[in-house]
């Protein structure tokens, strides 16, 4: 598991998060079956079959009351 911390906005009207910017801090598993930890088993092989899990740790630096312009609807 690879913990990956970013940054942005969230609007609480749709529940749209959109990232500024990943802070460069993350958080490693250790795990000897995870293909994203340092200490994965199977560095060298193509295929191991082990899972990827990466997840993100999303802070909020703006909260916004509305919804996303993205997710507004256009009026006809």
């Known amino acids: 598991l690879a913990l990956y911390h970013s940054v942005g906005?969230?609007?609480?009207?749709?529940?749209?998060?959109?990232?500024?910017?990943?802070?460069?801090?993350?958080?490693?598993?250790g795990s000897l079956r995870c293909k994203t930890s340092a200490s994965h088993m199977h560095k060298t092989a193509r295929n191991c079959g082990c899972l990827s899990v990466v997840t993100e740790d999303r802070r909020v630096q703006n909260?916004?009351?509305?919804?996303?312009?993205?997710?507004?609807?256009?009026s006809r």
């Open 63 to 74: 909260l916004y009351r509305t919804r996303h312009p993205d997710c507004i609807r256009p």
């Open 9 to 29: 906005d969230y609007w609480t009207g749709c529940g749209h998060f959109h990232g500024r910017y990943f802070t460069g801090v993350t958080s490693d598993c």
